[in-house]
């Protein structure tokens, strides 16, 4: 045997060895239960209260799943100019409303003269809640007439924004107020951001993972170093995809129920998809399409 074969040998064996003590040294530390992630059976969030079916974030939006029966809704969220927080996606007015410009440059009195209904556009090219009188809505009126609702509520602004740097204070200071720790989660594509806003709630919140730390728990799941992950968060909203790599598998989801993660799978559009993610263990659902997720469940679940 050559010199360069026993050198690969013994840093080899010394590698198994550190793999090894490792496993019976590292203990991952589950994630405590949250009361607002507490559901026995799989659960429905309308995605911005079910846009597919009704003008995004607007109460008819809201009303309609909820006549459905979903459990929450999923919504994005936003400054005004005065600083109000707003149930709204996208930065700019226009990809929803008849105004244009950035959110941020309107007060809330001035975005509420916004005709919300305007862009929707149903199945026939029709848009038929223009003029109806829908209204852009405040974070506070969401969970205030939705109060048994689960809220899933995306940072969507960058810490390194204006906006972003005020939003986990703000965010938490009216959640605080109103008492609604234990009926929302907190998520963002953001890290930095959920992590800013636990300094306030101190883990009495659920909060969801970003891009990074979704990553991070691949990476673990992929290795041999599994065991010496501990989450940073108690949901992982996802979809069924990474790029290349499969996120929707029975494996991956039972990897992070281990510790005590919930798993929502969002971007599902089919029947066929849900059914598959439904069978594997999936914990819930961020859809557009609220009607058939629901007749879905009800199918395979039941009541």
């Known amino acids: ?28 530390i589950p994630r405590e239960g949250k009361e607002a992630l507490n559901f026995q059976k799989p659960v429905i969030l309308a995605h911005r209260g079910g846009h597919s079916e009704a003008p995004e974030n607007t109460q008819a939006a809201f009303s309609k799943a909820a006549e459905l029966g979903v459990h929450g809704f999923a919504v994005d969220i936003r400054l005004t100019k005065d600083e109000e927080i707003i149930v709204f996606h996208d930065e ?14 309107y007060t809330l009195d001035e975005l509420k003269k916004a005709d919300a209904g305007y862009r929707f556009e149903d199945e026939a090219g029709d848009f038929p809640y223009r003029g109806t009188g829908e209204v852009i809505l405040t974070l506070r009126e969401l969970l205030e007439s939705f109060p048994h609702m689960l809220i899933a509520i995306n940072l969507k602004d960058s810490p390194d924004t204006y906006e972003g740097s005020l939003m986990p204070s703000k965010l938490w200071r009216l ?15 953001y890290d930095e951001q959920t992590d800013r806003f636990n300094l306030y709630a101190q883990n009495r919140v659920a909060t969801g993972a970003g891009d990074n730390e979704v990553k991070k728990a691949y990476a673990a799941f992929t290795s041999k170093l599994g065991h010496l992950y501990s989450p940073r968060a108690d949901l992982f909203r996802i979809s069924e995809k990474l790029g290349v790599f499969p996120l929707g598998t ?26 598959k993610l439904l069978s594997i263990g999936a914990s819930g659902f961020i859809t557009d399409r609220p009607t058939l997720a629901m007749e879905i469940i009800q199918e395979h679940i039941g009541e």
Do not use: C
Not at 95 to 103: K, L
Not at 175 to 189: I, K, M, N, S
Not at 257 to 268: A, I, R, T, W
């Open 175 to 189: 959640l605080d107020e109103l008492g609604a720790w234990d009926r929302v989660a907190v998520t963002g594509p």
């Open 92 to 105: 700019f007015t226009d990809r929803t409303t008849d105004f244009s410009g950035r959110t941020a440059e």
């Open 250 to 275: 029975e494996s991956f989801i039972h990897f992070l129920k281990q510790l005590n993660v919930v798993v929502y799978f969002e971007d599902v559009h089919d029947k066929e998809t849900f059914i």
């Open 1 to 28: 045997m050559g010199r360069k074969t026993k050198v690969a040998l013994t840093v080899g064996a010394a590698g198994v060895a550190a793999w090894a003590a490792s496993k019976v040294v590292a203990k991952p």
